[in-house]
């Protein structure tokens, strides 16, 4: 009967995943989304960074800086993983780091295991990698990097560990034994692609991770900058995006709604988004949901 269960539970997470990659690609600039909920967060947030969301609970990492960075120092801070209800209410909490390594990015759930990546907030420095029990909120080291994780995701076909650097501008991989401690072997290649950069990415399934982000754009030297955000579909096969859109959503303060955490989820008529685009007391999950014809 265990066998059977445990079976039945695998066949029906593939196929919803099958399912959510097949809406993701549907997508597209014009497709409407309607505002169906906005909660503020009953805590203090500081710099969100990922979230999953696990049953009826979430789970966001965030950054709260106590000395800001100077002359690419990376400053000092602390890393927290929080897990809160469908009403902003806080209902655990976790500090995740060590001395400089301060800075939780982008965060995945492969079905037992909530992994963040904690890193020195500046570029090509250093990072450890977290698995975190999500009932138990306790938190297993994994492995240390010689660079900056903006993000990560765990590739349970291939049983692999993808990672982005700062900005996403490097992809890594490292194949993970079936007792979750990394082998030595690592790829590293370059993201082919550039017009968002990757902020939070989660496995899809198929050997795909979906990815989001923004990037800041101008029209002139001395102009305002413009901020666009948007989802990207990766084959983790080659590390290449296999779907692209803009998403046009942006929070009252005029952050794109892919400015920092978010989750996407299948519904029976489309797709169900939720966003933490703000930091501090202005941090709100929005929810936005879309019908697909």
Known sequence: MKYFVLTFGLFFNLF????????????????????TSSV???FPSFHPQGMVKIGQYFYLSSV???RKRQNNDGGAGIGHLFKFDSKGKLIASITLGEGLMYHPGGIDFDGKH???????????SRAVIYKVDPETMKAIEVMRVDDHLGGIVHDTEANTLNAVSWGSRRFYQWEMPSNTTVSPKQLRVDNPAFYVDYQDCHYIGQRKMLCGGLKKYKTAPDAAAFALGGLEVVDLKDNRPVFQVPLLLWSPTGAPMTNNPFWMESTVTGLRGYFVPDDDAASTLFVYETDLK
């Open 64 to 66: 709260e800086v106590t």
């Open 16 to 35: 919803a995943q099958a399912q959510l990659v097949e809406k993701l690609t549907q997508l597209r600039p014009d497709s409407p989304w309607k505002l």
């Open 40 to 42: 503020r967060l009953q």
């Open 114 to 124: 909530i992994w963040v990546p904690v890193a020195e907030y500046r570029a090509d």
